[in-house]
């Protein structure tokens, strides 16, 4: 089971500046745009830690950036080991929401010990960046994110009950009006004993595949090097934002496709083995009808909306025979791994039209947006693109294939929002 400890955390100080003009989205969602807006909000706004400009030298950079604030005082170690409660608010599709987290350091543990679940898989490249900044820095900079299942209900009421208890140590809205508050328990041996039954608890990664496999590598790399890491040493964790499965304020929003290139002419009766293939008027239409979107794609978690195969049209396609699909999957594959939307579309629509698989994919010849919007404008851009609606995969079956062990494809789920950086940072030292 994983462990989990309080931590000491880095912080902002009010010499920093307001919480709102210091916070930032962690890397991976950071446009050239946003960046420069985040940085000109406020000089040590945390984008400049978790994602600096310029090339290797930036890594060195950032180290002495960070150095420079905690002789500053802009940033201060807490005294003691903390527990931090999380809660973000924010409006999804009109209706308000809020997330709430335990934040603690979780220990860093290879996939096959079992503890923590992944349901994804990753790509290289961010990991080498993630790793050499965090061996240049010693500092974590942004949480992952982790579902528990909190049967005891244990986690929900601490967090709960904190929340309750008084105002809290730190808040601030970010760009996107998103609400961030945080709460700082010093822990003792009362706060342990109230979360003990999470000790008993898988937990799942939500978000933050990369960040979590860098804490791995980065306590294996200290371990080859000679370096005692004693139980209790910071390097063995890395911080994590703790959510239980039945928080309201888990939203996963779904990620479209765009092929950038027109369907075959007989696309519909090559997908008609497998589906249903009926119109839905013109796509310019339906994209100002949200309700109409959300209505076909209730039909059935395996339904796709598919935009621009015929030129400026719509078409919904129901998956009739899963059968059909079944026999082109990768062997050992399960029907619950086969029946989540990324695959239903890939097994059943891309491979038959495109003959798009692994290597295809790899070299870009699928796109992907979580925002309809952008899915309708390319597909509007011109004839050589389609663009496809997909439903979004649920926690539950995010929690069922990680316990079989079977990974997602890349680009399955978007949790949203994305977790704030600048909360608090997590050093890698005692």
């Keep these: 089971m994983p462990q989990f400890?309080?931590?000491?955390?880095?912080?902002?100080?009010?010499?920093?500046?307001?919480?709102?003009?210091?916070?930032?989205?962690?890397?991976?969602?950071?446009?050239?745009?946003?960046?420069?807006?985040?940085?000109?909000?406020?000089?040590?706004?945390?984008?400049?830690?978790?994602?600096?400009?310029?090339?290797?030298?930036?890594?060195?950079?950032?180290?002495?950036?960070?150095?420079?604030?905690?002789?500053s005082g802009f940033i201060e170690r807490d005294p003691a080991d903390m527990f931090y409660v999380y809660e973000q608010s924010f409006v999804e599709e009109g209706e308000a929401f809020t997330r709430r987290a335990l934040v603690a350091a979780v220990e860093a543990q290879p996939w096959e010990e079992g503890a923590?679940?992944?349901?994804?898989?990753?790509?290289?490249?961010?990991k080498e960046d993630r790793l050499r900044l965090l061996e240049a820095t010693g500092t974590q900079f942004s949480p992952v994110f982790m579902i528990a299942r909190d049967r005891a209900g244990q986690l929900r009421q601490f967090i709960d009950d904190t929340i309750a208890s008084r105002a809290p140590d730190a808040e601030g809205t970010t760009i996107d009006g998103e609400g961030h508050r945080l709460w700082a328990i010093e822990a003792s041996g009362y706060e342990m004993r109230r979360l003990a039954p999470l000790l008993a608890e898988s937990f799942y990664i939500a978000d933050g595949h990369h960040r979590y496999e860098t804490a791995?590598?980065?306590?294996?790399?200290?371990?080859?090097?000679?370096?005692?890491?004693?139980?209790?040493?910071?390097?063995?964790?890395?911080?994590?934002?703790?959510?239980?499965?039945?928080?309201?304020?888990?939203?996963?929003?779904?990620?479209?496709?765009?092929?950038?290139?027109?369907?075959?002419?007989?696309?519909?009766?090559?997908?008609?083995?497998?589906?249903?293939?009926?119109?839905?008027?013109?796509a310019e239409a339906l994209s100002a009808r949200p309700e109409e979107i959300a209505r076909l794609l209730a039909e059935g978690p395996g339904t796709i909306i598919a935009?621009?195969?015929?030129?400026?049209?719509?078409?919904?396609?129901?998956?009739?025979?899963?059968?059909?699909?079944?026999?082109?999957?990768?062997?050992?594959?399960?029907?619950?791994?086969?029946?989540?939307?990324?695959?239903?579309?890939?097994?059943?629509?891309?491979?038959?039209?495109?003959?798009?698989?692994?290597?295809?994919?790899?070299?870009?010849?699928?796109?992907?947006?979580?925002?309809?919007?952008?899915?309708?404008?390319?597909?509007?851009?011109?004839?050589?693109?389609?663009?496809?609606?997909?439903n979004h995969v649920g926690v539950a079956e995010v929690m069922a294939l990680a316990d079989q062990g079977e990974?997602?494809?890349?680009?399955?789920?978007?949790?949203?929002?994305?977790?704030?950086?600048?909360?608090?940072?997590y050093p890698l030292y005692s």
């Design 5 to 71: 400890v309080p931590f000491r955390g880095l912080r902002y100080t009010a010499a920093a500046g307001p919480l709102s003009e210091l916070l930032a989205p962690p890397y991976d969602v950071i446009s050239t745009a946003q960046q420069a807006a985040l940085g000109d909000r406020n000089e040590r706004n945390a984008v400049r830690l978790e994602l600096a400009e310029g090339g290797e030298e930036r890594y060195a950079r950032v180290t002495a950036l960070l150095e420079q604030w905690l002789r």
């Design 116 to 126: 923590v679940k992944p349901h994804e898989f990753t790509m290289s490249g961010p």
């Design 216 to 282: 791995v590598t980065y306590r294996q790399r200290l371990a080859e090097r000679g370096v005692e890491i004693p139980r209790d040493h910071p390097a063995r964790f890395t911080m994590t934002a703790i959510v239980a499965a039945g928080d309201p304020g888990l939203v996963i929003r779904p990620i479209h496709r765009i092929v950038p290139r027109p369907a075959p002419a007989h696309w519909a009766e090559a997908l008609s083995d497998a589906f249903d293939v009926a119109p839905a008027g013109s």
């Design 307 to 390: 935009l621009n195969a015929e030129p400026g049209r719509a078409h919904c396609l129901r998956l009739r025979r899963a059968e059909v699909l079944a026999g082109r999957l990768p062997a050992g594959r399960s029907e619950r791994w086969a029946a989540i939307a990324p695959n239903v579309l890939r097994y059943g629509v891309l491979e038959p039209l495109w003959g798009i698989g692994d290597a295809e994919l790899k070299a870009g010849a699928v796109e992907y947006t979580h925002d309809s919007a952008e899915a309708f404008a390319a597909a509007a851009a011109g004839p050589g693109a389609c663009a496809f609606l997909i």
């Design 407 to 425: 990974r997602m494809p890349q680009k399955s789920t978007f949790f949203h929002p994305k977790l704030g950086t600048g909360l608090v940072f």
